[in-house]
């Protein structure tokens, strides 16, 4: 059974437009959401962070919406760069309990010039 | 440099062979990870080592064996492997748990192809 949902498979954006990567959980429990981005030839790198009890956490031009009551959040890229193409992996975790998060399938991430 | 270095960077082997991967982090953390990333799949836990204690096991078929022989080296030990496991093998570290909070560095990961 797969913990997280990730969607969509993957993604071509225009630059400077705006990426979305939606993700959905069914874990009450999770209370710790990290986003990881991933390029090709190495391995997945933090890069934002959110825990439930805010809606919105922004970093630079990366966002992430938590919608508790859906069990969903989102990972929105604001002016998408080249640079930003690569595979994004959304993940839960519970804050108690064995060292594990639980990814989603990832999202593949290309932007165009 | 990555503080997390993996060893070989590709892996070929044949089914009746045996092989080891290996991890060195220099990040001075506490608890050490094997994931398996196959194409289309979520990562998947494998193992955990915590103060070099096996604290998780994912139900990982016994052809594949880990070893912590201290905080800073983790090796997964491969023998009689199928076609199916075909994948790339990541090893993190974190300083505590990472469901509280502690990030997951990630080396680059070896690319096994089983033949």
């Known amino acids: 059974q797969q913990q997280v949902k990730q969607s969509p498979q993957s993604l071509i954006v225009q630059k400077g437009g705006i990426s979305i990567i939606n993700c959905a959980y069914e874990?009450?429990?999770?209370?710790?959401f990290p986003w990881y981005q991933q390029f090709p030839g190495k391995g997945p790198a933090l890069l934002i962070a959110?825990?439930?009890?805010?809606s919105e956490k922004k970093e630079g031009r990366f966002t992430i919406s938590f919608n508790k009551s859906a069990k969903q959040f989102s990972l929105h890229i604001m002016d998408s760069q080249p640079g930003d193409s690569a595979t994004y992996f959304c993940?839960?975790?519970?804050?108690?309990?064995?060292?594990?998060?639980?990814f989603g399938t990832g999202t593949r991430l290309t932007v165009i010039p | 440099e990555t503080g997390v270095t993996q060893t070989p960077r590709h892996l070929v082997m044949g089914m009746t062979n045996k092989k080891s991967l290996k991890c060195e982090q220099h990040?001075?953390?506490?608890?050490m990870y094997w994931y398996k990333q196959s194409a289309k799949k979520p990562l998947e836990l494998m193992f955990v080592?915590?103060?070099?204690?096996?604290?998780e096991n994912n139900s990982v078929p016994s052809r594949f064996s880990p070893e912590c022989p201290n905080s800073s080296h983790l090796f997964l030990h491969l023998h009689t492997l199928q076609p199916e496991d075909s994948a790339l093998y990541l090893c993190?570290?974190?300083?505590?748990?990472?469901?509280?909070?502690?990030?997951?560095?990630f080396g680059q990961g070896t690319r096994l192809t089983v033949v």
């Open positions: 959110i825990r439930p009890d805010v």
């Open positions: 874990n009450t429990a999770f209370d710790y």
């Open positions: 993190a570290s974190s300083q505590g748990n990472t469901g509280a909070g502690a990030e997951a560095f």
């Open positions: 993940a839960a975790s519970l804050q108690t309990g064995a060292n594990n998060l639980f």
């Open positions: 080592y915590s103060l070099e204690e096996r604290v």
């Open positions: 990040l001075g953390h506490n608890a």
